[in-house]
C-alpha cells in the first residue's frame, strides 16, 4: 500500500457515496470499478491518481458534508432505491443538492429519528458496536407487562442470535390488554425490539423510535427532516471519538 493509498470502501464513504458497510456491497454488486477494472473488497486506490466510478459515473473529491435527521414515516423501506416499488427514505429529502444516505435502518413498518448523512466516516462510526450508541423506541406491546418482565429485558434476553445487551426499560403505561414501555437499546441487531419484546411473552403491536445518538425526533411530523446543527454534529463527533 502506498502512502496516500486508502481502502476503496473507505475512500467511497469518505466521498459520500455510502457507509463502508454498504460500499463493500455496491463493490461485491460489481457497480464499482477502478480505471475501468471492475474493482474488489479490500482492494486500495490513491485518491487524485486512481479514477474510480460507480455505475459509470466518477465519484470524485468528498462533498461538503450534510447530516439530516427525518422522522422517518410508517411504510417506507430505509434504502436508497427499492425494486418493489416501495416509497424509500430518500423520496423524504427530495430537492438537497447533495446526496446522503441513512445510518443504519428502521424496519418498514416503524416510524422515527433515521440519521441520514454523506459522511461515511461518521455513519460507520455510529453503527459500529464499539460506541455504543443509544436508541430510544416507545413500543406498544400486548399485554400488561410485569416487573418480572422488565427485569428480563433490563438483563439482557436470549434471542437466536446470542444474548442481548442489558437495556433500560421503563413502562410508561400498563393494561390488561396493551402496555407502552420506553426501551433503550445500543445495539442494532435486525428486528431487535420486536424479537426482545416477544421473547418475553409481548408481541410489539406499534413501535416508534423517539431518539437516536441523543437526538431527539419531537417537533417533526412523519416525513418532515431538519439539518443537525453544528453543535449536534460536534455531539455525534465526541460521542464517538477513539477512546484512550
Same mark, same amino acid.
Given at each position: 500500500?502506498?502512502?496516500?493509498?486508502?481502502?476503496?470502501?473507505?475512500?467511497?464513504?469518505?466521498?459520500?457515496?455510502?457507509?463502508?458497510?454498504?460500499?463493500?456491497?455496491?463493490?461485491?454488486? =460489481?457497480?464499482?470499478?477502478?480505471?475501468?477494472?471492475?474493482?474488489? *473488497?479490500?482492494?486500495?486506490?490513491?485518491?487524485?491518481?486512481?479514477?474510480?466510478?460507480? $455505475?459509470?459515473?466518477?465519484?470524485?473529491?468528498?462533498?461538503?458534508?450534510?447530516?439530516? &435527521?427525518?422522522?422517518? #414515516?410508517?411504510?417506507?423501506?430505509?434504502?436508497?432505491? $427499492?425494486?418493489?416499488?416501495?416509497?424509500?427514505? &430518500?423520496?423524504?429529502?427530495?430537492?438537497?443538492?447533495?446526496? *446522503?444516505?441513512?445510518? =443504519?435502518?428502521?424496519?418498514? $413498518?416503524?416510524? =422515527?429519528?433515521?440519521?441520514?448523512?454523506?459522511?461515511?466516516? &461518521? /455513519?460507520?462510526?455510529?453503527?459500529?458496536?464499539?460506541?455504543? *450508541?443509544?436508541?430510544?423506541?416507545?413500543?406498544? *406491546?400486548?399485554?400488561?407487562?410485569? #416487573?418480572?418482565?422488565?427485569?428480563?429485558?433490563? /438483563?439482557?434476553?436470549?434471542?437466536?442470535?446470542?444474548?442481548?445487551? #442489558?437495556?433500560?426499560?421503563?413502562?410508561?403505561?400498563?393494561?390488561?390488554?396493551?402496555? &407502552?414501555?420506553?426501551?433503550?437499546?445500543?445495539?442494532?441487531?435486525?428486528?431487535?425490539?420486536?424479537?426482545?419484546?416477544?421473547?418475553?411473552?409481548?408481541?410489539?403491536?406499534?413501535?416508534?423510535?423517539?431518539?437516536?445518538?441523543?437526538?431527539?425526533?419531537?417537533?417533526?411530523?412523519?416525513?418532515?427532516?431538519?439539518?443537525?446543527?453544528?453543535?449536534?454534529? =460536534?455531539?455525534?463527533?465526541?460521542?464517538?471519538?477513539?477512546?484512550?
Amino acid at each position: 500500500m502506498t502512502e496516500n493509498a486508502v481502502r476503496l470502501q473507505k475512500f467511497l464513504a469518505e466521498c459520500g457515496v455510502a457507509s463502508r458497510r454498504a460500499s463493500e456491497g455496491l463493490i461485491e454488486a =460489481g457497480r464499482v470499478a477502478v480505471n475501468g477494472v471492475t474493482a474488489r *473488497v479490500g482492494q486500495t486506490v490513491t485518491p487524485g491518481v486512481d479514477r474510480v466510478t460507480l $455505475d459509470g459515473a466518477a465519484v470524485g473529491e468528498s462533498e461538503e458534508k450534510v447530516y439530516l &435527521l427525518l422522522n422517518k #414515516p410508517l411504510n417506507c423501506v430505509t434504502t436508497a432505491r $427499492d425494486t418493489h416499488g416501495r416509497k424509500t427514505v &430518500l423520496e423524504c429529502v427530495r430537492g438537497l443538492t447533495s446526496r *446522503v444516505f441513512p445510518v =443504519g435502518r428502521l424496519d418498514f $413498518d416503524v416510524e =422515527g429519528a433515521l440519521l441520514l448523512t454523506n459522511d461515511g466516516e &461518521l /455513519a460507520f462510526r455510529l453503527t459500529h458496536p464499539r460506541f455504543e *450508541v443509544e436508541k430510544v423506541y416507545l413500543a406498544w *406491546v400486548l399485554g400488561a407487562v410485569t #416487573p418480572e418482565a422488565a427485569r428480563r429485558l433490563e /438483563a439482557g434476553v436470549r434471542l437466536e442470535d446470542g444474548m442481548t445487551s #442489558p437495556a433500560k426499560v421503563a413502562v410508561l403505561n400498563g393494561g390488561p390488554k396493551t402496555s &407502552l414501555i420506553r426501551l433503550t437499546i445500543h445495539e442494532g441487531r435486525k428486528h431487535e425490539v420486536k424479537r426482545m419484546c416477544a421473547a418475553v411473552g409481548h408481541p410489539v403491536h406499534a413501535l416508534r423510535r423517539v431518539e437516536f445518538a441523543g437526538l431527539p425526533v419531537e417537533g417533526l411530523r412523519p416525513g418532515e427532516w431538519r439539518c443537525l446543527t453544528d453543535a449536534e454534529v =460536534g455531539h455525534l463527533h465526541a460521542l464517538t471519538a477513539e477512546r484512550a
